[in-house]
């Protein structure tokens, strides 16, 4: 080993050996605390941790029903640890506060040194009761929270104006929550701000310029619908209900709203046809097949983009929306009708009817029930299963009926002269009745 080595290794020997008496010098009794600790920013070094778990808990008792000031928004409220049920755990802070300052000789030393000189505060788990907790951030909300509004389009008369949007601001519940709680477990009984939140439009009036000049041009002139051979006119008085302003923030113009959404129900209601099934008409030549017919169903959503997109035409001649409507199909297909080789009238019966104005009622509404079903070879028909029952719902009404020899009065009298037509006509059509 060289000179050079020598002292080297004699240099390492000596630092080592001061590492140790330094860290043998601080790391005082394991008993005890490190200096230079605070739980919930009270000091407990030097303390056995008997003795700072009583201090802390003898402090929590003191304090547990001594209120502390909460301030937002100009206003304050008075909440104690007792009334929100908040409890600190000492012992688990104790015991952190401990470890940190633990370890053989000179590695406790060592720790400890540099808790003497940065120092280290613990803040304990804390219990409290969540609904007390609620209760009170309500209370506060209630009374902090303004609700900010958007910038938005109105119409005054025909004249689309801009709205400023407005600032509001809002307690931060979840930060408020953590606030109030530390405050509520700590030791100090200092007045605390609460945390609230300013809450800014995000629709600034420049934002709606092209909404408001595409307003001006939607009310510029009626619009004309087209649908086949039908025509129908949007006065510019009839669009301005029709639309759907920028609100809410929103920045596009739409047609909807609750005026636009009875426009279109109604112009459904006209538009929509359902599909016809084709159907047998008897003659003396034998039987025809009637043809089916198309079903029409108004599709809002396109039509009403082709009406806005028309709309914004400022051409008063261009300004023509055609209607986009989906087409349906009959079940039964005329040429299904035909295939099914229907040649001629196998049996008829008839009985004729009178009575009360229910009575007549009643076999009118379970003919139609009864009426056009189509039997196909092998099937079973039940006129049970195909009216239903009869119930009030359904339409039928009181009406004389007998029961057991006795007439009466009951719901959907006079159903069984049709039930007794339907048996006769298959009887003499040579059915067998199962």
């Known amino acids: 080993m060289s000179v050079r080595t020598r002292r080297i290794a004699i240099v390492a020997i000596l630092a080592a050996l001061t590492g140790v008496v330094v860290g043998l010098a601080f790391a005082g009794s394991p008993e005890r605390l490190a200096d230079g600790v605070r739980i919930a920013g009270v000091d407990v070094g030097g303390m056995t941790p008997g003795k700072a778990r009583a201090l802390l808990e003898r402090k929590a008792d003191e304090f547990e029903n001594v209120p502390v000031e909460f301030r937002a928004a100009g206003r304050a409220w008075r909440f104690s640890a007792g009334q929100l049920g908040v409890r600190a755990d000492w012992s688990a802070a104790v015991d952190a506060v401990r470890h940190q300052g633990a370890g053989f000789g000179p590695v406790r030393g060592f720790r400890r ?27 506060i909300a209630g009374a902090v929270d303004r609700p900010h509004s958007e910038s938005k389009l109105v119409l005054r008369g025909r004249t689309p104006v801009v709205v400023r949007g407005r600032t509001g601001r809002a307690l931060d519940r979840r930060a408020a929550a953590n606030t109030i709680v530390r405050a509520l477990a ?28 595409q307003v001006r041009t939607a009310l510029s002139a009626p619009v ?29 113009l739409r047609i909807g709203g609750p005026a636009g959404d009875h426009w279109f129900g109604a112009l459904a209601r006209s538009v929509d046809r359902p599909p016809v099934d084709a159907d047998f008409a008897i003659a003396k030549s034998g039987i025809h097949v009637i043809p089916d017919q198309p079903g029409y169903e108004l599709n809002v ?34 040429e299904e009708a035909r295939e099914m080789k ?36 092998g099937e079973t028909f039940s006129f049970n299963e195909t009216t239903g029952a009869r119930t009030a719902d359904k339409g039928f009404r009181e009406a004389p ?20 037509t339907v048996f ?5 059509a040579g059915l067998p009745i199962v």
């Open 301 to 334: 959503p396109a039509s009403a983009e082709r009406v806005l997109r028309a709309m914004l035409v400022s051409d008063p001649e261009l300004r023509v929306a055609g209607l986009v409507v989906e087409r349906s199909r009959a079940e039964r297909s005329t």
């Open 224 to 252: 004309r619908l087209t649908l086949g051979k039908t025509r129908w006119r949007l006065t510019p008085r009839k669009i301005a209900g029709l639309l759907e302003l920028p609100a809410d923030g929103r920045r596009d």
């Open 186 to 213: 700590s030791l100090s009984r200092d007045p605390v701000e609460l945390p609230v939140r300013t809450v800014r439009p995000r629709v600034k009036p420049s934002d709606l310029i092209v909404a408001q000049a």
């Open 401 to 420: 009926v007998i029961i057991n020899g006795e007439l009466k009065t009951g719901l959907g009298g006079g159903v069984c002269q049709v039930s007794t």
């Open 113 to 139: 040194l540099d808790l003497r000189f940065f120092g280290a505060d613990v803040a304990p788990r804390i219990q409290v009761e969540d609904a007390a907790l609620e209760y009170v951030l309500d209370r």
């Open 342 to 377: 229907i040649r001629a009238l196998v049996a008829a019966y008839t009985t004729y009817y009178g009575g009360d104005a229910n009575r007549v009622h009643n076999v009118q509404l379970v003919a139609h029930l009864v009426d056009k079903h189509v039997i196909a070879p």
């Open 424 to 428: 006769n006509a298959a009887y003499e």
